[in-house]
């Protein structure tokens, strides 16, 4: 498949970075002497000791072990504020535009490190330094960006929980890290709901081990009433007063963890994705400038929460690291109107526009006229991530929101790879909607069919990485082995990354979607074991199988197979007590969309579920279910097709 294609148009040639032939060139001098390249590269981020080695990285079985410029040291908070005082200290850093449209400001660098500086005083002041871990749990505020800079300035690792997860996957969060302190806020704000963050966080604590958590810094956003505990919970803006809003940015190794996010597998719990100091922030700040076509000047925003890695390279690290200036929304695109995205873009004069297919989606529902009532005339680029972007939506970006003057970049990547690994570049790629394109500098994608087999030219296959770059995760954290299994054992050698994709005439990459058993709900990420085991966690269910369908705004919604327990009556009842279940256990972004109550589950005679079946009739789509004869019990399948949810 070619697709259609949409050449380079003069506008985004104009002043861009590179070119095409640029593009070309950068690439292959960067395939061909990674170290040579990255050497280079690795300047554009201040070095307290600079590094003199820059790659070294193994993918061998049993070997795995990830490097980069091993010998420099650096501090992340220097680079994203220090560095800029002199030259950019009153321009604005952050943008925060609240909830409520009458409510937003400007931070300027000087601002955001005193900011900083006050938070690391206060996490200083309770024992928190370098290599310590904290745990953030926050709503879309600009506390949550110092928190993260704080913890960075200490040497300390932060791992964000994104606020909607609930108290029990925010426990198991707090726990998995060894997190002694906590950081929050009262409540959230989203769409003029509130959010009980303070109060699950307490909850949380609960399952835990008495002694884990010391101390919770609590921001206040609402002013709503939490209960605070005596000697354990403190008022941010009170502990901010008893210190200064000076702190000295620790210099720490290259390798040196700078946080820990935890994402979802196709098997067993999340893992904590272990992302360091150097190579991350070249690798951030680089793909920030080039796939976005940052200028001087640009006021550029992501849509994303900083609960996801997104919001980690792409709303914070990247941007404030180029000193750019960074929009950070606390709200939803359907509040107070459907308009909302593009008077942002209006009130803020953005440039730069990088949002998830989700949102284009269901927006796209609404009709052009709630996009046509805005100017959106400081518009350049337009970006998209999360998952596959199917070519309608790629239009309706490209002709209603960009009035066809914007270049789109669909960038494909994940939690692992820090930053953006498959897009186009303003200026330097024709487009074709639908497909990520090419490959950034420094990254070689391989396709390689069902046995590890590589393929040349035009292919569908599934899509590795072969060769490191300097913003790849080093670790699962406390699991190596874990991390080796998952990523490096399936094509030996190689990092899968667990997507299927096709590789046409052209070179370029088109995304399919998972090949495993993960799904993407609206553009996050669940493993559908996750899911299962919350359900069967229920008292009236004996098993459960999850699978992903085609969802017209979601991209992938949750279809869930039920097996009661004898003498269970599966209705509707039941049906809403295990979402409302679910919802509790995980947080509402894993509430099954279907749920199918199904006597018996297709199973081959040595137990396995055949999911490749219940994925078909999940499609409604059971015309080829191919061989159910090693089924151990062939009719179960009738009654599946039989009663079946999602009918076109
Ligand atoms: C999917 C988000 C198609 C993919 C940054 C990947 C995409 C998973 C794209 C990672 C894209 C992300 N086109 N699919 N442009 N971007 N994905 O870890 O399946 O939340 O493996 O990282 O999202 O999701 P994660």
């Known amino acids: 498949m070619q697709g259609k294609v949409i050449e380079v148009k003069d506008a985004w040639r104009e002043g861009a970075h590179v070119d095409d032939s640029k593009y070309r060139e950068m690439y292959a001098a960067s395939v061909a002497d990674p170290n040579a390249f990255w050497a280079e590269h690795g300047k554009r981020i201040d070095w307290m000791t600079p590094f003199s080695t820059v790659k070294n990285t193994s993918f061998e079985p049993g070997k795995v072990s990830i490097k980069w410029f091993e010998d420099g040291k650096t501090n992340v908070a220097h680079n994203c504020i220090d560095r800029h005082l002199e030259t950019r200290g009153d321009q604005t850093a ?13 931070i300027t660098y000087r601002e955001l490190h005193a900011q900083v500086c006050r938070m690391a005083n206060v996490l200083r002041n309770r024992g928190v330094g ?5 745990t953030l749990y926050m709503p879309m505020i600009p506390e949550a960006a110092y928190a993260m800079l704080a913890c960075a300035r200490l040497g300390a690792i932060h791992a964000i929980v994104f606020g909607g997860f609930s108290p029990d996957s925010l426990a198991s969060r707090i726990q998995g890290c060894g997190s002694k302190l906590v950081i929050t806020a009262d409540e959230g704000l989203r769409g003029g709901r509130k959010v009980p963050l303070k109060a699950n966080v307490d909850e949380a604590i609960k399952r835990l081990d008495a002694d884990l958590v010391d101390h919770v810094i609590v921001v206040r956003r609402t002013g709503g009433s939490v209960s605070m505990e005596a000697g354990r919970d403190v008022y941010y803006d009170e502990a901010a007063e008893q210190v200064t809003d000076e702190c000295p940015a620790v210099a720490v190794e290259a390798e040196h963890p700078l946080f820990i996010l935890y994402t979802s597998g196709s098997t067993g719990q999340p893992k904590g994705v272990v992302h360091t100091t150097g190579g ?12 976005f076509d940052y200028r001087e000047g640009d006021v550029y925003w992501c849509t994303a929460d900083v609960g996801w890695v997104t919001g980690h390279s792409y709303i914070v690290y990247g941007p404030l690291a180029n000193g750019a200036t960074t929009l950070m929304f606390e709200g939803i695109p359907t509040y107070p109107s459907t308009s909302r995205f593009w008077e942002v873009i209006d009130k803020h004069k953005v440039n730069i526009f990088y949002t998830a297919p989700t949102a284009i989606r ?12 805005t100017s959106r005339a400081s518009l350049r680029v337009l970006g998209s991530v ?10 309706w970006y490209y002709n209603v929101v960009g009035d066809k003057r914007c270049s789109i970049v669909d960038t494909w990547w994940q939690t692992e790879t820090g930053g953006i690994l498959i897009t186009p570049l303003p200026g330097a790629t024709a487009l074709k909607p639908g497909s990520a394109t090419r490959p950034f500098f420094g990254v070689t994608p391989e396709m390689v069919d069902a046995e590890g087999k590589v393929l040349e030219g035009a292919c569908e296959g599934n899509l590795c990485i072969a060769d490191s770059w300097p913003g790849q995760m080093r670790t699962v954290y406390g699991d190596h082995e874990r991390f080796e299994q998952t990523y490096f054992s399936t094509y030996p050698g190689k990092y899968f990354t667990g997507d299927g994709a096709r590789r046409d005439a052209d070179g370029y990459y088109w995304i399919t979607g998972r090949v495993d058993d993960v799904i993407n709900v609206s553009g996050h990420r669940m493993g559908t074991a996750e899911v299962e085991s919350s359900l069967v966690a229920h008292p009236k269910v004996a098993e459960a199988a999850v699978v992903g369908y085609p969802h017209n705004v979601k991209g992938q919604g949750i279809y869930a197979y039920v097996t009661l327990n004898d003498g269970e009556e599966g209705d509707d009842a039941l049906r809403k007590e295990l979402v409302t279940w679910v919802r509790k256990d995980i947080g509402p972004i894993a509430s099954p969309d279907l749920i199918q109550f199904a006597p018996g589950l297709p199973k081959t005679r040595s137990g396995k579920i055949m999911r490749r079946i219940l994925r078909k009739i999940a499609e409604d789509d059971f015309s080829s279910l191919g061989d159910t004869s090693t089924l151990a019990e062939p009719a179960v399948v009738d009654d599946l097709i039989e009663n079946r949810q999602n009918r076109a």
């Open 362 to 373: 269901s927006l796209m529902g609404g009709g052009e006229g709630p996009v046509k009532k």
């Open 280 to 291: 991350y922030l070249v690798y951030a700040s680089m793909t920030h400038e080039y796939v």
């Open 386 to 395: 999360g998952e596959p972007i199917n070519p309608e939506a790629w239009e």
């Open 94 to 106: 952050i943008i925060w535009e609240g909830d409520n449209p009458d409510e937003s400001k400007h």
């Open 130 to 134: 370098k290599g310590d871990r904290v």
